[in-house]
């Protein structure tokens, strides 16, 4: 896909990876449609762009609330006079939990914002998305889309939940405008961790040690082979050696793997 003069929606901009694509894409010639639920974040991503919420269009809301997403879309439809790229982006993490000790309701908030949402977005958008000359659906799953990682099985059936969703419809869309990216990025130096919500008394070692250990790649460069993965027209995206590593340890060994990374976990207090 050529990407000067598209125009694309991104959910979660206001940090992260989000925010690196957002200044990524513009520097392609892209125009942008941006969503948080952040006010302070989506403005301070405007400021490095050099645009402002009168020069772009731009919303802070929840991505879960089905209504105001799909407000935004009608109103960056007309913003732009339309849509090519959607981009999934926007996501939640929880601590450590079994599933005996986690809650209801962190459990719905998670599965809300990171499920549910892209595949109602998506979904709404879609017939949208078929009537532009070409177009372009990226959704953010994650290492924890490829391999079951224990305390964290809320995320993982998030993200195992969007990488079926992303194939499936890749499969669907095979023969239309459409294409679809998966992405799995490793540790990422994001606050993806710092903004989850987790026990009280793990809080700051949770943070200090994903930190530390495993975020190992910036999200500028996620960005960068984000951008180049949608010029490529690529469908699978792994970013980072971790990602990689672990793609090809689940591969070769798909049940024996957990062993090993019970292992490493324990040894990082993760």
């Not at 948080?36 to 269009?57: A, F, P, R, V």
């Not at 849509?83 to 309701?105: F, H, P, Q």
């Not at 459990?107 to 892209?118: G, S």
């Not at 082979?225 to 699978?236: F, G, L, P, S, Y």
Request: aromatic share 8%.
């Amino acid at each position: 896909m050529k990407l000067k003069g598209k125009i694309a929606m991104i959910t979660g901009a206001g940090s992260g990876i989000g925010r690196a694509l957002s200044i990524e894409l513009a520097q392609a010639g892209v125009q942008l449609a941006l969503t948080d639920w952040n006010e302070k974040g989506l403005q301070e991503t405007l400021s490095l762009i050099g645009k402002t919420e009168k020069t772009i269009c731009s919303g802070v809301f929840d991505i879960a609330e089905r209504e105001t997403t799909t407000e935004f879309i009608e109103e960056a439809k007309m913003y732009y006079g339309g849509i090519d790229i959607l981009v999934n982006n926007a996501g939640v993490s929880l601590g450590r939990y079994s599933i005996e000790e986690v809650k209801d309701d962190d459990l719905n908030w998670l599965m809300d914002i990171n499920l549910k949402a892209p595949i109602q977005t998506t979904k709404y958008l879609m017939p949208h998305l078929k009537s532009r000359s070409e177009a372009y659906i990226v959704f953010l799953s994650s290492v924890f889309g490829l391999a079951g990682i224990v305390g964290q099985f809320p995320y993982c059936v998030s993200k195992f939940g969007i990488r079926g969703f992303g194939e499936s419809l890749r499969m669907e869309l095979e023969d239309t405008n459409i294409s679809v990216l998966n992405v799995h990025p490793g540790g990422i130096k994001t606050n993806i961790v710092r903004n989850g919500r987790f026990k009280a008394e793990e809080g700051q070692d949770l943070i200090n040690t994903f930190d530390d250990q495993f975020a190992k790649t910036t999200a500028e460069e996620a960005a960068r082979q984000m951008r180049r993965a949608i010029e490529k027209n690529k469908q699978r995206l792994l970013i980072g050696r971790d990602a990689k590593a672990l793609d090809i340890l689940v591969r070769l060994f798909p049940t024996a793997y957990s062993k090993v990374l019970n292992r490493i976990l324990k040894r990082s207090k993760i």
